[in-house]
């Protein structure tokens, strides 16, 4: 993902999407119905705001003592018979996976939607060792046959339309074209059913692991995770540090915020605990299930005391479905396994100060994305910080930092103010359109400005005597 990933290939993306009215109305019409889904749950839900509030304090408390609930975790999942593994970053997590496939004996996994697997780019290093990483949730499968990325976190197809899927089921498993949702998922599903019979190992992510039990709980709706959690022999889960809960009783409350807030649902349809590998008197379940606990920089956020909240992040999607960037300009554009506002600000994290610095300014700062957080992450404050820094550490490309020199020395002189207003004026009429806003070339041809006021605000105070007696 890193060569994707830089200021450079942002603009030419987001360049690419603005004009595409195709992907706006795909994006729009799919968060808009998430969006309404939510409000409609939420607002049948009054206890979601003190709901909130006790989600924030949980996450703030495991945080605050995470090496002991790290350590119940730890001794609970091996008593359990899971083997616990940790992965610093990335290359360590891919390396176990590896070594625990190659061990396996097979060629073939399943993978059910993880979002730490994309941050880590386990599919492209599992393919480059001649693994084949079947993707199995359908929005996954779909990108997967489409040869991207996916572009939301919870619905990674959402930039495609169902005639666009129509199209590439035809073109790549060469059957006859139907954009009938109901065919398209029979084909999905008759397609996968047999890759998780011939699969060795399956590959899930998790979105809690509970601390007093050392079992972990995989949310889904498609009953894919259920399969590729259970079918193969071997399970591999790959865990965030961060996705630890207390208990059972956490647990209820964060299920009720995360499907809520991700699917507009009151619960999804299926809620995995799995508690270990299968027992001598279980029917099914894998022979053997390792738990990797990645870091791959949380370690890091959580050093620093300003940026800790972003680690209570229940990855549900709801800042990119109301995020005015997010919803013109795609997942895509972002180059990131984290698109959107929360993965603007893991960014700089994740991709590094320098080549994560951009993404940041990726944002209006209209605080949507704070408003709608089922645990309050203060998302256009995180976004602020970043800005800070990078203007503090010089990283801002040097015309910018020209150009934010020569604004504050501007208002911050009076008279040089009201002339550069004068000047401004005066000179707008040679630039305005037939609208009145002013042209701006840009690559995308899509940005206009108003065009100054004519008079400003102290003329007009002056000439109405405004405050005068
Ligand atoms: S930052 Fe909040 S809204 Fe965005 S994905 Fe995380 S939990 Fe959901």
């Known amino acids: 993902m890193k060569e994707l990933f830089s200021p450079r290939w942002f603009k030419s993306r987001a360049s690419e999407s603005l004009p595409d009215e195709a992907l706006r109305r795909n994006i729009e019409r799919a968060t808009e119905t998430a969006l309404k889904k939510r409000a409609d749950v939420v607002g049948a839900f009054p ?73 880590i780019g386990l599919s492209a290093a599992l393919g480059r060792s001649g693994i084949q990483a079947v993707e199995t949730d359908l929005g996954e499968y779909i990108v997967q046959l489409a040869g991207e990325p996916p572009s939301h976190i919870t619905a990674p197809a959402l930039h495609k339309s169902r005639r666009d899927i129509g199209r590439l089921f035809e073109q790549k498993l060469g059957l006859p074209y139907s954009d009938e949702p109901e065919t398209l998922t029979a084909v999905a599903r008759s397609v996968l059913r047999d890759r998780f019979f011939e699969a060795g190992v399956g590959i899930s992510g998790v979105n809690f692991g509970l601390a007093d039990s050392g079992a972990i709980c995989v949310v889904e709706n498609e009953g894919n995770a259920r399969m590729a959690t259970t079918l193969p022999p071997v ?179 009076p008279a040089l103010y009201a002339l550069t207003g004068h000047l401004l004026r005066a000179f707008a009429p040679l630039a305005t359109d037939e609208h009145g806003l002013l042209r701006i070339p840009t690559r995308a041809k899509t940005r206009t400005f108003p065009a100054p006021a004519e008079k400003t ?13």
């Open 235 to 413: 399970h591999i889960a790959l865990m965030g540090v961060e996705k630890l809960l207390p208990d059972m009783r956490c647990l209820a409350l964060f299920l009720d915020m995360l499907a809520r807030s991700a699917t507009g649902q009151r619960l999804s349809s299926y809620t995995s605990i799995i508690r270990g590998p299968k027992r001598a008197d279980e029917w099914d379940g894998p022979d053997v299930l390792y738990i990797i606990i990645l870091d791959n920089g949380r370690t890091d956020i959580f050093a620093d005391s300003r940026f800790r909240s972003v680690l209570s992040c229940i990855r549900c999607g709801a800042c990119l479905n109301v995020c005015p960037v997010y919803r013109v300009v795609g997942g895509h554009a972002y180059g990131s396994a984290y698109p959107g506002p929360i993965g603007a600000v893991l960014a700089p994290f994740f991709h590094g100060k320098e080549d994560g610095r951009h993404l940041p300014y990726a944002s209006s700062l209209c605080g949507a994305c704070a408003e709608i957080c089922p645990v309050r992450i203060d998302i256009p404050r995180l976004l602020l910080l970043h800005r800070g820094e990078t203007v503090r550490e010089r990283r801002a490309p040097l015309i910018e930092r020209f150009l934010m020199k020569a604004y504050a020395c501007v208002v911050k002189r």
């Open 47 to 119: 206890e979601w705001e003190s709901y909130r509030t006790a989600a924030r304090a949980v996450k703030e408390h495991v945080l605050e003592n995470l090496s002991s609930y790290l350590a119940s975790f730890e001794e609970h999942a091996r008593a359990n018979g899971s083997t616990v593994l940790y992965a610093r970053d990335g290359v360590e997590a891919c390396a176990l996976v590896m070594d625990i496939v190659l061990s396996a004996g097979t060629r073939t996994v399943v993978k059910s939607k993880s979002m730490t697997s994309e941050e």
């Open 457 to 469: 605000f102290r003329e007009i105070w002056k000439e109405e005597g405004i405050g005068s007696t």
